[in-house]
């Protein structure tokens, strides 16, 4: 089966407390909400402490063109996307032996907070000795869902060719896209929330000549679930200026509600059931949404516990996000054949499931 070996991270460097954001958002928003101070408790109950951004605050306290935004996507994302992809390739504690970008059979490239063509992998295949035929196959639209179909797809990729290796490079800048004119209930959330990141993971098919140094995360299966006409739960409303978020306050209760049926499902595909599972993997959408996945599935608070220590120290990063969370988790103990369940819910509205087991 494909396997999962290695993640790397980068973290751009302008690290914000969550009192600072909410101290910006107040002075840039106070004109416009009555009660804004009760508004803003949304930055309290995140539970988010930091975040990392790839520019300094006061930068978001002028306006910017959609030009100049889209401008510093671009630089940002090569400029950190060839980091992670060096990490990943050469990451001792997880690795016996170092990779070349030679060996690299194919890229997966997962954004949704900027647009480039050529493709960021294109202009990162500039910058890094990859093989002239690797194989480029980037995704866009998938917001927060990314990172696990990025995952999803590579694992096809890696059936199809047992002997790839191949890199899913996840890249958000969603601080690039904040609106300081759009005074949207929407927007004032997400600048509670969203933040910037940066994460690689490899994986090989099951005759790929890679070696771990300790038991690591095989994929079993995956699954993708889709909800009809539900295109303005989440997503972006692309303007003149930009992009601007859509961001309903009924995300935890689709969650409560749908998602537990569609993962009962899965587990009845792979003859098994919640007592299967010892490990979650969940995408961090927000604190609601932490309370809706153990209510939806009935998983004690401590399964939790990765995905909570991901968002109160880097908030959510849309698609890199759920792959920090899996690289807390194959940096611990896990023991062989213990199982995971990967999950991240995206635009759409739409779910991504994956089944791991430890090997």
């Not at 997503?235 to 961001?247: A, K, Q, S, T, Y």
């Not at 599972?277 to 995408?283: L, T, Y």
């Not at 961090?284 to 949404?289: A, D, F, I, T």
């Not at 309370?291 to 220590?309: G, I, Q, R, V, W």
Request: hydrophobic share 40%.
């Amino acid at each position: 089966m494909p396997t999962i070996y290695s993640i790397s991270t980068v973290n751009p460097p302008f690290i914000v407390q969550q009192e600072e954001a909410r101290l910006l958002t107040r002075s840039l928003f106070k004109n416009k909400f009555k009660q804004i101070d009760r508004l803003l408790k949304v930055f309290e109950n995140s539970h988010i402490q930091k975040r990392h951004l790839c520019m300094p605050l006061e930068w978001f306290e002028d306006p910017h063109s959609f030009q100049e935004r889209n401008e510093l996507y671009s630089q940002f994302a090569v400029q950190y996307g060839v980091q992670a992809i060096q990490k990943c390739l050469t990451n001792e504690t997880m690795l016996t032996e170092e990779l070349s970008t030679l060996d690299i059979d194919a890229i997966f490239m997962i954004s949704s907070s900027g647009i480039s063509t050529p493709t960021i992998e294109a202009r990162i295949m500039n910058q890094l000795p990859f093989r002239a035929d690797t194989k480029r196959i980037p995704l866009f639209g998938l917001g927060c869902a990314g990172g696990a179909m990025g995952i999803s797809r590579a694992y096809e990729y890696c059936r199809a060719f047992p002997h790839a290796k191949v890199l899913v490079l996840a890249i958000e800048f969603c601080s690039l896209t904040f609106q300081k004119d759009d005074f949207s209930k929407s927007n004032l959330v997400g600048s509670s929330l969203f933040s910037d990141g940066i994460a690689c993971a490899l994986i090989g098919g099951k005759d790929a000549t890679i070696s771990a140094n300790k038991p690591v995360p095989q994929i079993v299966d995956t699954t993708s679930a889709f909800m009809p006409n539900a295109e303005d739960v989440m997503g972006w409303d692309i303007r003149n200026n930009g992009f601007h978020v859509i961001f309903s306050k009924s995300i935890p209760s689709i969650i409560e509600h749908w998602l537990g049926p569609t993962v009962e499902q899965f587990y009845q595909k792979n003859h098994m059931n919640n007592q299967s599972i010892q490990h979650f993997i969940a995408h961090p959408g927000g604190e609601k949404v932490l309370l809706a996945y153990e209510k939806a599935l009935h998983f004690p608070t401590d399964k939790m516990a990765n995905s909570k220590n991901v968002l109160r120290e880097f908030g959510n990063m849309s698609s890199p996000t759920i792959l920090y969370v899996l690289k807390r988790f194959m940096e611990q103990s896990v023991a062989v054949e213990e199982q995971g369940l990967m999950a991240a819910l995206g635009p759409g509205f739409c779910a991504e499931l994956l089944l791991l087991q430890w090997k």
